[in-house]
């Protein structure tokens, strides 16, 4: 009868650990609530098994390295010491939304420039097809393409792009994601624009993988450094 009542002991006490160890639903890792909430970003493109979460204001921005058309390369650190940027992604000459946010900016480049910071925009794509973007938006400011995305994946903003997206670009804007990056990758950028003050840091940042939403030209200017 003791054996009996000791063995039951055990079963409880092992039984009521285990319960308490079981997370729940409120209490769920780090790790699920990721995937939750790349899962929701599929419909923008992205693929599950990517999470770009891009850089936190007040980041020291990364000191990439910035080729340009010519083949001649400078340091995003000698821009920014000269004096601000406005540091932006796009997606490529065949996304409407990038085109008309392009086409915005370059209307107004002169006087957010002429403010004493520099627009910097950077792309996946060739410079064959920033060529097409520039005709496309009027766009005078430097753009650099990144042959091999070290500048998204820098800045964190990099994601792997799901079949169903390629096909669906490739039927309705008669596009290849892969064919038109550098890299020969369907990998985009989360169109996210940065500001970096001239020591480097970030003051400003606009992220989010819903391409259709971007940062305004009014909040760039009401961001700018003083």
Known sequence: MKNFAFLLLITLFTFASC??????????????????????????????????????????APNVKLTLADGS????EDLYKKQPVVLFFYRGYWCPVCNKHLSALAKQAQDI??????LLAITPETYENVTKTKDQTGAKFTIISDS????????????????????????????????????????????????IDSNGKIVYRQFNPDYQERASIDDIIANLPK
């Open 73 to 76: 390369v400078i340091a995003l």
């Open 148 to 195: 091999d995305d070290s500048i998204l994946n820098a800045f964190d903003v990099a994601y792997k792009v799901t079949d169903d997206y390629q096909n669906k670009i490739q039927e309705h804007l008669k596009a290849s994601i892969a064919n038109t990056n550098a890299n020969g990758q369907a990998v985009l950028p989360v169109p996210a624009t940065y500001i």
């Open 19 to 60: 319960k308490k160890d079981t997370p729940t639903k409120s209490e769920e890792s780090p790790a699920n609530q990721t995937e939750m909430a790349v899962g929701d970003n599929t419909k923008f493109g992205m693929d599950a098994s990517s999470n770009p979460q891009g850089l936190a204001v007040g980041s020291q």
């Open 113 to 118: 420039e002429s403010k004493g910071v520099k």
